[in-house]
């Protein structure tokens, strides 16, 4: 059975750093592209970052500087490095892995910035 699962969130004081993992199973993650979301409480879900398939990685102008995603194939897991969080970094955090017709969701992980 396919599916994704987040780990690594958490409370966090702002200026801290977190690493969000996603692991796969039952999907090969580096035939796939990958993407990070984010929904904060009343607001919509948004993209942080992807990792196209044979592409350049891509950051929301958020992210930029502060966020990587990277992803270990050796482990199956798609990566996000976060550094000098801030309090409206907080909302939960999701993974996508996608290709032409498939597309698979992890189930989230909350992730709070606050002091």
């Known amino acids: 059975q396919e599916h994704l699962v987040e780990s690594g969130g958490g409370l966090v004081e702002p200026g801290g750093s977190l690493t969000l993992s996603c692991a796969a199973s039952?999907?090969?993650?580096?035939?796939?592209?990958e993407a990070w979301y984010r929904q904060a409480p009343g607001r919509q879900r948004e993209l942080v970052a992807s990792?196209?398939?044979?592409?350049?990685?891509t950051y929301a102008d958020f992210a930029a500087g502060r966020f990587t995603i990277t992803r270990d194939d050796t482990k199956n897991t798609v990566y996000l490095q976060m550094n000098n969080l801030k309090p409206e970094d907080t909302g939960v955090y999701y993974c996508?892995?996608?290709?032409?017709?498939?597309?698979?969701w992890g189930q989230g992980t909350q992730v709070t910035v606050s002091s």
């Open positions: 996508k892995a996608s290709g032409f017709i498939q597309e698979y």
């Open positions: 039952g999907i090969t993650l580096k035939m796939l592209s």
């Open positions: 990792m196209p398939l044979g592409n350049s990685k």
